[in-house]
């Protein structure tokens, strides 16, 4: 499918891309960059890539360049990464909020798609990639006007080859489903975390152990987050806790009934999950 890919950040996403564009020979050739010698190494080691460097030269000669890293970085490592590679090179990204990186990189790079694998884990690193990750996971694909239609397809026919299932957004709609179905959670898991007292964890049963899991996150990972989502993501957090000011207020009154009203209500919007 791909003569040589180039990934840009060979942590638990990248790597494991790596890993399944080789396990399913989509790429004749996987490159890989990272800050840290160490993960260039455990990289080739555990066969996510052919060849690694720190440097960002190490890409020349790409036809696909896979941008793995935080969106700042993303952004900060954009200018550079144009000047070494070819102007028909299809460049794309995996990062979890697109407004920014999209609007940045369409200013760059002739052939970017914006993509975001919902498939991550509160785990990080290259030791933890895995080649299964993206099967059956939906990957959101999120082009715009500008975007280039054969790189898009392109794009689609990589994604369901690595098993996903492609979903079409714009960037801003990405970003305030994100906030709810993602980024929300992530704040209610370090809130809860948080304000849970140390020494009842040896008690904590499945229930707790379950919505806390992703408190356990790269934190700045999520700062990257926060910051490219704020407006959405504080929109998310008021109208959470405007329903938890519900049934507090329910309760604070001992009125059982409007308090089961808002559970059951809930309990039918879950059921709605497909």
């Not at 994100?178 to 992530?186: D, G, K, N, R, T």
């Not at 987050?225 to 008021?238: G, H, M």
């Not at 808002?262 to 709605?272: C, E, P, V």
């Amino acid at each position: 499918m791909f003569t040589k890919v180039g990934i840009v950040g060979t942590g638990l996403v990248g790597g494991s891309l790596g890993q399944a564009l080789k396990k399913k020979r989509l790429a004749r050739s996987v490159v890989g960059t990272s800050r840290l010698p160490r993960s260039v190494a455990r990289a080739r080691a555990l066969k996510a890539i052919d060849a690694g460097s720190t440097g960002l030269d190490i890409l020349a000669g790409c036809d696909l360049i896979i941008l793995a890293t935080p969106v700042e970085t993303i952004i900060a490592q954009m200018d550079k990464i144009k000047r070494i590679i070819r102007g028909d090179c299809i460049v794309i990204d995996v990062a979890s909020t697109k407004e920014k990186v999209v609007a940045q990189a369409n200013k760059r790079f002739a052939r970017f798609v914006g993509c975001h694998p919902l498939a991550g884990s509160e785990k990080r690193g290259i030791d933890c990639a895995r080649p299964e990750l993206f099967k059956n996971a939906p990957c959101i694909i999120t082009p715009v006007k500008e975007t280039d239609r054969a790189a898009l397809a392109e794009v689609i026919r990589l994604w369901k080859a690595l098993g996903s299932t492609p979903v079409i957004l714009d960037p801003r709609a990405h970003d305030l489903t994100l906030a709810f179905m993602s980024h929300l959670p992530h704040v209610i898991a370090f809130a809860l975390t948080a304000a849970t007292p140390g020494k009842y964890f040896t008690l904590a049963p499945q229930s707790y152990r379950d919505i806390t899991r992703i408190a356990s996150s790269n934190s700045g990972l999520w700062d990257d987050i926060f910051a490219t989502n704020k407006k959405n993501i504080l929109n998310s957090i008021d109208i959470f806790l405007t329903h938890v000011n519900s049934m507090r207020s329910a309760l604070k009154k001992n009125d059982f009934r409007a308090l089961n009203r808002i559970m059951r209500s809930a309990q039918q919007k879950r059921r709605l999950f497909p």
